[in-house]
Protein backbone atom coordinates (compact mmCIF):
# COMPACT_ATOMS: atom_id res chain seq x y z
CA UNK A 1 0.00 0.00 0.00
CA UNK A 2 1.30 3.57 -0.98
CA UNK A 3 -0.03 6.38 0.85
CA UNK A 4 0.57 10.14 -0.18
CA UNK A 5 -1.39 13.61 0.19
CA UNK A 6 -3.87 14.29 -2.25
CA UNK A 7 -2.55 17.89 -3.00
CA UNK A 8 0.20 16.76 -5.45
CA UNK A 9 2.91 18.23 -2.95
CA UNK A 10 3.89 14.47 -3.23
CA UNK A 11 4.69 13.66 -6.84
CA UNK A 12 3.46 10.74 -8.01
CA UNK A 13 6.25 9.74 -9.93
CA UNK A 14 7.95 9.20 -6.97
CA UNK A 15 5.63 5.99 -5.99
CA UNK A 16 8.23 3.92 -8.13
CA UNK A 17 11.26 4.57 -5.85
CA UNK A 18 9.01 3.10 -2.95
CA UNK A 19 7.61 0.01 -4.52
CA UNK A 20 11.60 -0.60 -5.49
CA UNK A 21 12.88 -0.27 -1.86
CA UNK A 22 10.04 -2.98 -0.83
CA UNK A 23 11.17 -5.19 -3.60
CA UNK A 24 14.59 -4.51 -2.23
CA UNK A 25 13.24 -6.24 1.23
CA UNK A 26 11.96 -3.27 3.12
CA UNK A 27 8.35 -3.89 4.74
CA UNK A 28 8.01 0.08 5.97
CA UNK A 29 9.72 2.97 3.16
CA UNK A 30 9.44 6.76 4.90
CA UNK A 31 10.22 9.62 2.95
CA UNK A 32 11.95 12.77 3.72
CA UNK A 33 11.26 15.57 1.54
CA UNK A 34 14.34 17.62 -0.46
CA UNK A 35 14.15 21.06 -1.06
CA UNK A 36 10.67 21.47 0.78
CA UNK A 37 8.03 23.97 -0.93
CA UNK A 38 6.71 24.94 2.36
CA UNK A 39 7.00 28.60 4.44
CA UNK A 40 9.45 29.20 6.99
CA UNK A 41 7.65 28.85 10.12
CA UNK A 42 5.88 25.72 9.28
CA UNK A 43 9.65 23.99 8.21
CA UNK A 44 10.63 25.61 11.47
CA UNK A 45 8.12 23.83 13.74
CA UNK A 46 8.32 20.92 11.86
CA UNK A 47 11.62 20.09 12.47
CA UNK A 48 11.17 21.17 16.61
CA UNK A 49 8.50 19.02 17.01
CA UNK A 50 10.86 15.86 15.05
CA UNK A 51 12.94 16.62 17.72
CA UNK A 52 10.39 16.38 20.48
CA UNK A 53 9.34 13.20 19.17
CA UNK A 54 12.71 11.36 18.87
CA UNK A 55 13.23 12.60 22.33
CA UNK A 56 9.99 11.14 23.87
CA UNK A 57 9.26 8.24 21.73
CA UNK A 58 10.99 5.34 20.19
CA UNK A 59 9.62 5.94 17.23
CA UNK A 60 12.37 7.04 14.60
CA UNK A 61 11.30 8.74 11.70
CA UNK A 62 12.98 11.42 10.25
CA UNK A 63 10.29 13.42 8.54
CA UNK A 64 7.02 12.63 9.97
CA UNK A 65 4.83 15.15 8.11
CA UNK A 66 5.42 13.00 5.03
CA UNK A 67 2.72 10.98 3.83
CA UNK A 68 4.68 9.40 0.67
CA UNK A 69 5.09 6.52 2.43
CA UNK A 70 5.16 2.31 1.46
CA UNK A 71 3.38 -0.44 3.29
CA UNK A 72 4.01 -4.32 2.93
CA UNK A 73 1.00 -6.47 3.75
CA UNK A 74 1.84 -7.52 6.72
CA UNK A 75 2.19 -4.47 8.29
CA UNK A 76 -1.25 -3.04 7.42
CA UNK A 77 -2.50 -6.28 8.64
CA UNK A 78 -0.72 -5.96 12.34
CA UNK A 79 -2.47 -2.03 12.25
CA UNK A 80 -5.50 -3.58 11.65
CA UNK A 81 -5.54 -5.80 14.28
CA UNK A 82 -5.09 -2.82 16.73
CA UNK A 83 -8.23 -1.05 18.05
CA UNK A 84 -7.45 2.06 19.88
CA UNK A 85 -9.23 4.77 18.27
CA UNK A 86 -6.74 8.05 18.16
CA UNK A 87 -3.53 6.70 16.53
CA UNK A 88 -0.47 8.04 14.11
CA UNK A 89 -0.64 5.19 11.30
CA UNK A 90 2.79 5.73 9.71
CA UNK A 91 4.38 5.69 13.29
CA UNK A 92 2.18 2.70 14.49
CA UNK A 93 3.42 0.72 11.22
CA UNK A 94 6.91 1.81 11.96
CA UNK A 95 6.79 -0.12 15.74
CA UNK A 96 5.60 -3.18 13.59
CA UNK A 97 7.98 -3.16 10.72
CA UNK A 98 10.82 -5.47 10.22
CA UNK A 99 12.99 -3.61 8.03
CA UNK A 100 11.70 -0.01 8.40
CA UNK A 101 13.89 2.51 5.29
CA UNK A 102 13.98 6.01 4.69
CA UNK A 103 14.01 7.37 1.37
CA UNK A 104 14.51 10.99 -0.33
CA UNK A 105 11.94 12.35 -2.30
CA UNK A 106 11.05 15.45 -4.25
CA UNK A 107 8.49 18.12 -3.08
CA UNK A 108 6.31 20.03 -5.24
CA UNK A 109 4.34 23.07 -4.24
CA UNK A 110 0.64 23.22 -3.41
CA UNK A 111 -1.77 23.58 -6.85
CA UNK A 112 -4.37 24.77 -5.25
CA UNK A 113 -5.78 25.32 -1.56
CA UNK A 114 -3.76 25.80 1.84
CA UNK A 115 -2.32 23.88 4.28
CA UNK A 116 -5.06 22.63 6.94
CA UNK A 117 -2.34 21.81 9.66
CA UNK A 118 -1.84 24.80 11.29
CA UNK A 119 0.80 25.93 14.37
CA UNK A 120 -1.84 24.05 16.96
CA UNK A 121 -3.05 21.18 14.92
CA UNK A 122 0.84 20.27 14.52
CA UNK A 123 1.31 20.57 18.69
CA UNK A 124 -1.61 18.48 19.24
CA UNK A 125 0.03 15.57 16.55
CA UNK A 126 3.31 15.80 18.61
CA UNK A 127 0.78 15.32 21.43
CA UNK A 128 -1.01 12.20 20.34
CA UNK A 129 2.27 10.81 19.30
CA UNK A 130 3.88 11.44 22.77
CA UNK A 131 0.87 10.05 24.80
CA UNK A 132 0.44 6.76 22.00
CA UNK A 133 3.51 5.87 21.96
CA UNK A 134 5.58 6.79 25.34
CA UNK A 135 4.63 7.17 29.10
CA UNK A 136 7.44 9.99 28.98
CA UNK A 137 4.91 12.53 30.19
CA UNK A 138 4.12 10.87 33.13
CA UNK A 139 7.40 9.95 34.13
CA UNK A 140 8.28 14.03 33.76
CA UNK A 141 6.67 14.34 36.94
CA UNK A 142 8.32 11.65 38.98
CA UNK A 143 11.70 13.16 37.95
CA UNK A 144 10.39 16.74 38.75
CA UNK A 145 9.60 14.89 42.17
CA UNK A 146 12.69 13.86 42.39
CA UNK A 147 15.10 16.57 41.58
CA UNK A 148 12.84 19.19 43.81
CA UNK A 149 13.11 16.89 46.73
CA UNK A 150 17.40 16.58 46.17
CA UNK A 151 17.51 19.99 46.25
CA UNK A 152 15.14 21.01 49.40
CA UNK A 153 17.30 19.04 51.24
CA UNK A 154 20.54 20.32 49.87
CA UNK A 155 18.53 24.13 50.83
CA UNK A 156 17.72 22.99 54.36
CA UNK A 157 21.33 21.50 54.79
CA UNK A 158 22.78 24.60 53.76
CA UNK A 159 20.13 26.72 56.03
CA UNK A 160 21.80 24.97 58.73
CA UNK A 161 25.66 26.23 57.83
CA UNK A 162 24.65 29.37 57.58
CA UNK A 163 22.79 29.89 60.66
CA UNK A 164 25.55 28.40 62.70
CA UNK A 165 28.38 30.65 61.01
CA UNK A 166 26.27 33.99 60.70
CA UNK A 167 23.37 33.73 63.24
CA UNK A 168 19.30 33.74 62.70
CA UNK A 169 18.37 36.08 59.86
CA UNK A 170 14.64 35.74 59.31
CA UNK A 171 13.09 33.28 62.02
CA UNK A 172 11.66 30.05 60.65
CA UNK A 173 11.01 31.66 57.18
CA UNK A 174 13.51 30.02 55.01
CA UNK A 175 13.39 26.87 57.30
CA UNK A 176 9.30 26.83 55.76
CA UNK A 177 10.34 27.22 52.30
CA UNK A 178 12.90 24.04 52.59
CA UNK A 179 9.80 21.95 54.25
CA UNK A 180 7.13 23.20 51.70
CA UNK A 181 9.89 22.50 49.28
CA UNK A 182 11.01 18.37 50.05
CA UNK A 183 6.71 18.29 50.61
CA UNK A 184 6.01 19.52 47.22
CA UNK A 185 8.61 16.96 45.99
CA UNK A 186 7.30 13.85 48.19
CA UNK A 187 4.13 14.89 45.83
CA UNK A 188 5.37 15.24 43.18
CA UNK A 189 6.85 11.67 43.26
CA UNK A 190 4.03 9.94 44.23
CA UNK A 191 1.84 11.16 40.61
CA UNK A 192 4.56 9.71 39.38
CA UNK A 193 4.36 6.61 41.34
CA UNK A 194 0.59 6.89 39.96
CA UNK A 195 1.02 7.77 36.45
CA UNK A 196 3.10 4.76 36.00
CA UNK A 197 0.71 2.31 37.01
CA UNK A 198 -1.41 4.33 35.16
CA UNK A 199 0.53 4.24 31.94
CA UNK A 200 0.79 0.48 32.32
CA UNK A 201 -2.85 -0.32 32.45
CA UNK A 202 -3.32 2.46 29.20
CA UNK A 203 -0.72 0.09 27.33
CA UNK A 204 -2.60 -2.97 28.26
CA UNK A 205 -5.86 -1.47 26.97
CA UNK A 206 -4.02 -0.88 23.23
CA UNK A 207 -4.37 -4.52 23.13
CA UNK A 208 -1.60 -4.03 20.06
CA UNK A 209 0.07 -7.11 19.19
CA UNK A 210 3.41 -7.42 20.50
CA UNK A 211 4.90 -9.29 17.83
CA UNK A 212 3.82 -10.59 14.03
CA UNK A 213 4.53 -14.08 12.57
CA UNK A 214 6.50 -13.55 9.07
CA UNK A 215 5.73 -17.65 8.32
CA UNK A 216 4.93 -20.50 9.72
CA UNK A 217 7.61 -23.59 8.79
CA UNK A 218 6.24 -26.86 9.00
CA UNK A 219 2.96 -26.53 7.56
CA UNK A 220 1.11 -27.45 4.36
CA UNK A 221 0.33 -24.02 3.45
CA UNK A 222 3.06 -21.79 5.02
CA UNK A 223 2.55 -19.13 2.60
CA UNK A 224 -0.45 -17.77 4.87
CA UNK A 225 0.42 -16.00 7.89
CA UNK A 226 -0.62 -17.37 11.40
CA UNK A 227 -3.59 -14.99 12.78
CA UNK A 228 -2.70 -13.75 15.98
CA UNK A 229 -4.93 -12.86 19.09
CA UNK A 230 -4.65 -9.27 20.39
CA UNK A 231 -2.00 -8.89 22.86
CA UNK A 232 -0.13 -6.60 25.14
CA UNK A 233 1.64 -3.96 23.55
CA UNK A 234 5.16 -3.74 24.53
CA UNK A 235 7.18 -0.05 23.39
CA UNK A 236 10.05 -2.50 22.35
CA UNK A 237 10.56 -2.98 18.48
CA UNK A 238 8.69 -6.13 17.25
CA UNK A 239 10.58 -9.29 17.47
CA UNK A 240 12.68 -9.83 14.61
CA UNK A 241 11.67 -13.35 13.31
CA UNK A 242 14.01 -15.64 10.76
CA UNK A 243 13.14 -15.95 7.62
CA UNK A 244 12.58 -19.13 5.66
CA UNK A 245 15.74 -19.37 3.86
CA UNK A 246 17.95 -18.69 7.21
CA UNK A 247 17.14 -21.93 8.70
CA UNK A 248 19.71 -24.20 8.12
CA UNK A 249 19.45 -28.37 8.16
CA UNK A 250 17.02 -30.67 6.89
CA UNK A 251 13.75 -32.72 8.31
CA UNK A 252 13.15 -36.25 9.08
Known sequence: MITLDADLQNPPEEIGRLIAAMDAGADYVGTIRVSRQDVL?????SRFLNRVREGTTSIQITDQGCMLRGYDRSVIDAVNRCTEVSTYVPALAY??????VEIEVAHAERTVGQSKYSL???IRLNFDLMTGFSVAPLQF???SGIVIALLSIVFVV???IRRLIVGPEAEGVFTLFGIAFFLIGVALIGLGVVGEYVGRIY????QRPRYTVAAVLGQDDASEPAQLPHMPAAES???KLAAPERVRGTAE
Not at 41 to 45: E, L, Q
Not at 95 to 100: E, K, L, V, W
Not at 203 to 206: D, G, H, Y
Open 41 to 45: WRKAA
Open 203 to 206: EQVR
Open 158 to 160: YLA
Open 95 to 100: TFARHP
Open 141 to 143: FSM
Open 237 to 239: RPA
Open 120 to 122: IRL
